[in-house]
């Protein structure tokens, strides 16, 4: 069956330190890859996404993941986090037609 | 500016009141979806349209109904709202999936609570 699983409820995280949120995915056929954020009372942001090609992709605000076909991860990462990256961010993929599977989520909280 | 809109953003109902949540988008996008989500959790799509009179139901099981007449405005209707329909409902919006996977474009959503 095809999955997102974002195996943590939560990531805690000091100002300036590097964050991670993970991802791990399981598709049948090439993933399509994707990281949103949720702030509080609003809907869903593109952060980034990775189609194919580099296995490194930047995105907005600093972003960046790492797609590794081997561990099926898309792993995101920041090097210095901030205060207001506190959030809840969701890895999707995208399967085919109009079908989007997203993950549960993960709240990051950055303590100042 | 090109954006996705949701009105109302909050709204408290009594049981067996009809409802519409609406949903407009101002990119010219052909795909809209309607999703779920209770707080803090996953998404679940609900409804999704390819343009103007196409509507299909989504993954997961819902006594709404969706209406696609313009490009641009995809409304959500529930005939009698249940203290079981109490979510966030989220509207959504992409180009054309010809060659290159498009992203979602997502409102601010509308928070309903039916008592």
């Known amino acids: 069956a095809q999955s997102v699983a974002q195996p943590e409820d939560q990531v805690n995280v000091a100002e300036g330190n590097p964050l991670t949120v993970k991802c791990t995915y399981s598709v049948s056929g090439n993933p399509y890859l994707f990281w949103y954020v949720q702030y509080p009372n609003r809907g869903l942001q593109f952060l980034l996404k990775?189609?194919?090609?580099?296995?490194l992709v930047k995105g907005s605000y600093g972003f960046e993941a790492e797609f590794n076909k081997s561990q099926t991860s898309f792993h995101l990462k920041k090097p210095s986090a901030l205060v207001s990256d506190s959030a809840l961010y969701f890895c999707a993929v995208y399967t085919g037609g109009f079908k989007t599977i997203f993950g549960a989520g993960t709240r990051l909280f950055v303590k100042a | 500016e090109a954006d996705i809109y949701q009105t109302p953003r909050y709204l408290v109902i009594g049981t067996g009141k009809k409802i519409t949540l609406e949903c407009s988008q101002t990119?010219?996008?052909?795909?809209m979806y309607w999703y779920q989500q209770d707080p803090g959790m996953e998404l679940h799509l609900i409804h999704y349209?390819?343009?103007?009179?196409?509507?299909e139901k989504g993954d997961l099981s819902s006594e709404s109904t969706v209406s696609r007449i313009r490009t641009e405005h995809f409304p959500l209707t529930l005939e009698s709202a249940r203290p079981s329909h109490t979510s966030q409902y989220l509207c959504a919006s992409s180009e054309p999936t010809s060659g290159e996977i498009k992203t979602q474009y997502f409102g601010p959503g509308t928070r309903l609570l039916v008592l």
């Open positions: 990775y189609i194919t090609g580099d296995n």
């Open positions: 349209s390819y343009g103007v009179n196409s509507t």
């Open positions: 990119m010219g996008h052909d795909k």
